[in-house]
T-cell receptor
Framework: EAGVAQSPRYKIIEKRQSVAFWCNPI?????LYWYQQILGQGPKLLIQ????????DSQLPKDRFSAERLKGVDSTLKIQPAKLEDSAVYLC??????????????FGEGSRLTVL | AQSVTQLDSHVSVSEGTPVLLRCNYS??????LFWYVQHPNKGLQLLLK??????LVKGINGFEAEFKKSETSFHLTKPSAHMSDAAEYFC????????????FGTGTRLLVSP
C-alpha cells in the first residue's frame, strides 16, 4: 500500500515569508499528525486530527502556524510569517482509528524547511 | 508529564558485535514505551512497543527491549549488528490521553563499521 506522502521535500525561504506543506495520509487512516523535528531533537507534536476535527493543538504556535484537514483526508500546514527558529523537518504521520491508542504511527519522509 | 532520556547521542559498533542503546523514562503512570527507527531519507518506523503485556519485547530486525520498572529503563539491544542497522533510534513514551500522545527522546545515532 502507498505510504504517507508529503510535499515539498525541501523548501528554502527568507524570514517573514510564508510556506505551506501538504500531506496525504495512507488511505483510510482517520488520525493524522504533524510533528516538528528540529536538528538534534526528537519530533514534537504540533497538531493531531481525528478525521477533520482537531484532537490536540496545544503545542501549535497559533500566532504563526495553522493547519487544516478538509474532508478528513489530506492536510496542509502553513507558517506565516516564518522565523529563523522554524527551520526544521516537518513530519506528517497517520494511523487507523483503531490503532490511534496503540502508538503505532506511519510517518512520511518529511518536509525540510530552511529559513534564512 | 511523561519524558524519556536517551543517554547517548551517538553509539559506534563494529558489524557483528552487540548493540545497546540506552533509554530512561519518567512517568507518573504505567507507561507505554516504544522504539522508533529513522533511516536516512526515510520515514520513522516503529521498531517495537511495550504495553505491559511482557517486560521483554521483541521487535523487527532482531531488536528487543526490556522494560525494567525498578530502573525506569527501556534499553534497546541486538545481539549482532548489521551494516543496515545504521540509523537514528528514538525512545518514545506515550501520555495517557484518549488518543495516545507520543513524546520522543532526542535520539541516538547508531554507527556500524565493517
Amino acid at each position: 500500500e502507498a505510504g504517507v506522502a508529503q510535499s515539498p521535500r525541501y523548501k528554502i525561504i527568507e524570514k517573514r515569508q510564508s510556506v505551506a506543506f501538504w500531506c496525504n495520509p495512507i488511505s483510510g487512516h482517520a488520525t493524522l499528525y504533524w510533528y516538528q523535528q528540529i536538528l538534534g531533537q526528537g519530533p514534537k507534536l504540533l497538531i493531531q486530527f481525528q478525521n477533520n476535527g482537531v484532537v490536540d493543538d496545544s503545542q501549535l504556535p497559533k500566532d504563526r502556524f495553522s493547519a487544516e484537514r478538509l474532508k478528513g483526508v489530506d492536510s496542509t500546514l502553513k507558517i506565516q510569517p516564518a522565523k529563523l527558529e522554524d527551520s526544521a523537518v516537518y513530519l506528517c504521520a497517520s494511523t487507523p482509528y483503531d490503532r490511534a491508542a496503540t502508538g503505532e504511527l506511519f510517518f512520511g519522509e518529511g518536509s525540510r524547511l530552511t529559513v534564512l | 508529564a511523561q519524558s524519556v532520556t536517551q543517554l547517548d547521542s551517538h553509539v559506534s559498533v563494529s558489524e557483528g558485535t552487540p548493540v545497546l542503546l540506552r533509554c530512561n523514562y519518567s512517568s507518573s503512570y504505567s507507561p507505554s514505551l516504544f522504539w522508533y527507527v529513522q533511516h536516512p531519507n526515510k520515514g520513522l518506523q516503529l521498531l517495537l512497543k511495550y504495553t505491559s503485556a511482557a517486560t521483554l519485547v521483541k521487535g523487527i530486525n532482531g531488536f528487543e527491549a526490556e522494560f525494567k520498572k525498578s530502573e525506569t529503563s527501556f534499553h534497546l539491544t541486538k545481539p549482532s549488528a548489521h551494516m543496515s542497522d545504521a540509523a537514528e533510534y528514538f525512545c518514545v513514551v506515550s501520555e495517557p490521553t484518549g488518543f495516545q500522545k507520543l513524546v520522543f527522546g532526542t535520539g541516538t545515532r547508531l554507527l556500524v563499521s565493517p
